[in-house]
């Protein structure tokens, strides 16, 4: 997965950290057609040292992927930036049981007035990094070199891809942004990209400070997806191919060409580019 060592079992620690409802934990899937798929999912946590679970509340694209691919990237991130990211592979779901009474207590879930997490999933863990700190200042460093060289990175088309808030929400420095792609062995892989930026509303660039080794491993014509987040829990799904690197005022720049937009927020998921065309409902019998 990367030169990073590896463990096949969660720590006792580990376990613990993994248990607070505040943290961000995100689950890559594939779909049928390979393309990589990013979900945020907080109630992520390991149910022993080899087994991860997590609640659903919507329906969105990566329960629909786990079904027909079960192979998984995995990565959670607590408040104190501290890091794990793995590969899982996903087994079974229940509506009933343990778990699921567990969950359901927690404060967010059994005080929520709308709903309550209707289905458990388990996965079966393959492999997980130590625990890692986020590396903060060299990401400062990578998005200031990313902001100031990204202009020269234009594609200067025509028409608009991101709506003038999708650009500024992935060019605003406190966006945390993850990348995935599916690796040679079929897994997907999540790696922090939390420098990157859009040139313009076609294509998101960043410079390759952190995480330099695997970012540099990712082949031209890879189809990637990028993650957006923010504090205030909005969110967006990009998918485009990453163009390999180039030079732009002497900043080693990687680029991705977008070709498709995801508004992955509750309480209606669904694409938002290429548009899809909504047909007026005809029949109501």
């Not at 594939?30 to 609640?55: D, Y």
């Not at 778990?99 to 404060?107: A, D, Q, T």
């Not at 605003?172 to 942004?177: A, E, G, N, V």
């Not at 829990?233 to 005022?249: A, I, N, P, S, Y």
Request: overall charge neutral; proline content about 5%; aromatic content about 12%.
């Amino acid at each position: 997965m990367s030169p990073m060592k590896m463990k096949q079992l969660f720590s006792a620690e580990d376990i613990k950290a993994f248990e607070p409802e505040n943290k961000i934990g995100l689950l890559a899937t594939q779909n049928e057609q390979g393309f990589p798929h990013i979900t945020l999912i907080t109630t992520m946590q390991a149910n022993s040292p080899v087994e991860i679970v997590w609640g659903q509340f919507t329906e969105g694209v990566s329960k629909k992927n786990i079904l027909s691919n079960p192979k998984t990237g995995f990565l959670i991130m607590t408040l104190d930036k501290s890091l794990w990211r793995g590969k899982a592979i996903w087994q079974q779901s229940k509506t009933e049981g343990e778990e699921y009474v567990r969950f359901n207590k927690l404060p967010m879930w059994r005080y929520n007035s709308y709903f309550g997490l209707h289905t458990i999933h388990y996965m079966n863990l393959v492999e997980t990094t130590e625990k890692a700190s986020l590396p903060v200042a060299g990401i400062v460093l990578s998005a200031l070199l990313t902001k100031i060289s990204k202009s020269y990175a234009k594609t200067k088309k025509d028409g608009r891809i991101f709506n003038a808030w999708t650009e500024a929400f992935f060019n605003k420095l406190d966006t945390l942004k993850f990348l995935a792609y599916v690796s040679e062995d079929g897994f997907p892989i999540i790696i922090p990209l939390l420098q990157c930026q859009a040139s313009d509303s076609h294509r998101l660039v960043f410079h390759p400070g952190v995480y330099s080794d695997e970012l540099n491993s990712i082949n031209k014509g890879t189809d990637v997806a990028v993650f957006g987040l923010s504090l205030a829990m909005e969110d967006v799904l990009v998918r485009g191919k990453f163009t390999g690197f180039k030079r732009h005022q002497a900043v080693k720049l990687g680029i991705i060409e977008i070709n498709w937009v995801y508004n992955s927020m509750p309480p209606i998921a669904g694409q938002i580019y290429p548009p899809v065309e909504v047909n007026a409902v005809e029949d109501f019998g």
